[in-house]
T-cell receptor, first 114, second 110 residues
Framework: GAGVSQSPRYKVTKRGQDVALRCDPISGHVSLYWYRQALGQGPEFLTYFNYEAQQDKSGLPNDRFSAERPEGSISTLTIQRTEQRDSAMYRC????????????FGPGTRLTVT | QKEVEQDPGPLSVPEGAIVSLNCTYSNSAFQYFMWYRQYSRKGPELLMYTYSSGNKEDGRFTAQVDKSSKYISLFIRDSQPSDSATYLCAMSRDHDKVIFGPGTSLSVIP
């Protein structure tokens, strides 16, 4: 079956613009996670959902970042008024069971803010 | 002090060698311990998953957890060039967020 997909794969935007990153998890997976990964570092937790409910958003850097998963499937991570420091790889993962440690990662979206 | 520490390497070994990768952590509440492998330009993929202390073996891979020392290890036997990747340890307290280490870059030389 299909794995986790993310779109776009690459996004270049100008400072101050808003961007929306999309994640389509594995069908039937309960939990969906967003991470940010800098080069040479491990994924840094941002937020996660069980079904449509946001369980933990403690990793979101500031109030310019938000995420939603309105129907418990596809999720969107939105960054408002982008800044150069937001440039990174944004990764999505999903797990079959709620809050399970066994997560399946998507290919990521490389965001570049110029 | 970061919650999860890992030697970034790079680690270079000859084909067939036994590789030992390690992580230390500070939060004694962690109960679930994972090892992920990440090839260049790809997302992490789960290799091993253990709960609490003890050993787990899967083929050429063995994961060890020592909660008393807050230390986890991954051993790779008969290493192959295809094992060349970054290895990330990860852990969580319960059914909540997962914290990753920074990763160790491994090269297995034919």
């Amino acid at each position: 079956g299909a794995g986790v997909s993310q779109s776009p794969r690459y996004k270049v935007t100008k400072r101050g613009q808003d961007v929306a990153l999309r994640c389509d998890p594995i069908s039937g997976h309960v939990s969906l996670y967003w991470y940010r990964q800098a080069l040479g570092q491990g994924p840094e937790f941002l937020t996660y959902f069980n079904y449509e409910a946001q369980q933990d958003k403690s990793g979101l850097p500031n109030d310019r970042f938000s995420a939603e998963r309105p129907e418990g499937s596809i999720s969107t991570l939105t960054i408002q008024r982008t800044e150069q420091r937001d440039s990174a790889m944004y990764r999505c993962a999903s797990s079959l069971l709620a809050g399970a440690a066994e997560q399946y990662f998507g290919p990521g979206t490389r965001l570049t803010v110029t | 002090q970061k919650e999860v520490e890992q030697d970034p390497g790079p680690l270079s070994v000859p084909e067939g060698a036994i590789v030992s990768l390690n992580c230390t952590y500070s939060n004694s509440a962690f109960q679930y311990f994972m090892w992920y492998r990440q090839y260049s330009r790809k997302g992490p993929e789960l290799l091993m998953y253990t709960y609490s202390s003890g050993n787990k073996e899967d083929g050429r891979f063995t994961a060890q957890v020592d909660k008393s020392s807050k230390y986890i290890s991954l051993f790779i036997r008969d290493s192959q060039p295809s094992d060349s990747a970054t290895y990330l340890c990860a852990m969580s307290r319960d059914h909540d967020k997962v914290i990753f280490g920074p990763g160790t870059s491994l090269s297995v030389i034919p």
